[in-house]
């Protein structure tokens, strides 16, 4: 199975800020690489997929970036709207497989 | 609008079985992919199986395989996950989640329903 480690597991940032979450792969998936935002009691939302295309109404301070192994999800200006957890999955081959997630807190 | 609705979650006893069922409107549901994707109670997204638009190609999760089965009736807009021999670690939130329009395993999930919570507990 493909093992998707996702660092950090927490952060802590303010309104405005460049943040950056990281996504590894055990092996290989080219660009088969997709990110999901998750609020508290929510279903997950498709922000990315296949590392850099953003979803259809997704806004454009979300971006995604990599290939191979590693990969970024890009946020560029941290609005209220995005403390979440976020959470990568690789669609390469099955088992599917997601990162432990990364949440986004209010420093 | 594309809407997907779990229903059929609730308290089962080890051993036992449950069926969900994802009802979906406002798009073609004969032409994607589906799948269920859980979440157990504070834990990370863990992926279920996926079924083809035709029913053609199936896949499981290891920690399911033998006990769950995925179905899908296009002609009522139904996805379907009969799970069977219940264990307390499939305490979860099951999601159905639509995949793609094509014949592929390399599905990523948009969107996702509301999800239905089962608990297997004595």
């Known amino acids: 199975d493909i093992q998707m480690t996702q660092s950090p597991s927490s952060l802590s940032a303010s309104v405005g800020d460049r943040v950056t979450i990281t996504c590894r792969a055990s092996q290989s998936i080219n660009n088969y690489l997709n990110w999901y935002q998750q609020k508290p009691g929510k279903a997950p939302n498709l922000l990315i997929h296949?590392?850099?295309s953003l979803q259809s109404g997704v806004p454009s301070r979300f971006s995604g970036s990599g290939s191979g192994t590693d990969f970024t999800l890009t946020i560029s200006s941290l609005q209220p709207e995005d403390f979440a957890t976020y959470y990568c999955q690789q669609s390469y081959t099955t088992p599917l497989t997601f990162g432990g997630g990364t949440k986004v807190e209010i420093k | 609008e594309v809407q997907l609705v779990e229903s059929g979650g609730g308290l089962v006893k080890p051993g036992g079985s449950l069926r969900l069922s994802c009802a979906a409107s406002g798009f073609t549901f004969s032409s994607y992919n589906m799948n269920w994707v859980r979440q157990a109670p504070g834990k990370g997204l863990e992926w279920v199986s996926s079924i083809s638009s035709s029913s053609s190609y199936i896949y499981y999760a290891d920690s399911v395989q033998g006990r769950f089965t995925i179905s899908r009736d296009n002609a009522k807009n139904s996805l379907n996950l009969q799970m069977n021999s219940l264990r307390a670690e499939d305490t979860a939130v099951y999601y159905c989640?639509?995949?793609?329009?094509?014949?592929?395993?390399?599905?990523?999930?948009?969107?996702w329903g509301q999800g239905t919570l089962v608990t297997v507990s004595s």
């Open positions: 989640a639509r995949g793609l329009e094509m014949a592929t395993s390399r599905n990523w999930f948009d969107p």
């Open positions: 296949t590392a850099s």
